[in-house]
């Protein structure tokens, strides 16, 4: 499955942005879903997760409550909402997809199968 997020940019502290990540070979529908991100001298760290139904979902502690991931998978697309974005938020943005049976060690990049090619998302003060 090839995967092409798109909808970053900048915003101010306070602002919104939504991601998307369109897949393109195989059904969505086939696949964990997840949002990780990189931030300047930082490692690649988890931001959401869904599951092939939807039903399922993780976030990392400092996005709950601002984040939402959804899925549609009649369009074959992931989104994340962000509102109330933070300059701590500033990252290249990359969307996920896993053939994963089990929720252990999901939060690891290492257990992901494919990546898209990520997407800058700067917040300023």
């Known amino acids: 499955v090839q995967l092409q997020a798109s909808g970053g940019g900048l915003a101010q502290a306070g602002g919104s942005l939504r991601l998307s990540c369109a897949a393109s070979?195989?059904?969505?529908?086939?696949?964990?879903m997840g949002w990780f991100r990189q931030g300047p001298g930082k490692d690649r760290e988890v931001v959401a997760i869904?599951?092939?139904?939807?039903?399922?979902?993780d976030y990392t502690d400092s996005v709950k409550g601002r984040f939402t991931i959804s899925r549609d998978n009649a369009k074959n697309t992931v989104y994340l909402q962000m509102n109330s974005l933070k300059p701590e938020d500033t990252a290249v943005y990359y969307c996920?997809?896993?053939?994963?049976?089990?929720?252990?060690?999901?939060?690891?990049?290492?257990?992901?199968?494919?990546w898209g090619q990520g997407t800058l998302v700067t917040v300023s003060s």
């Open positions: 869904m599951s092939r139904s939807g039903v399922s979902t």
């Open positions: 070979g195989r059904t969505l529908s086939s696949y964990v």
């Open positions: 996920a997809a896993g053939r994963i049976n089990q929720w252990i060690g999901v939060r690891s990049p290492a257990t992901w199968d494919y």
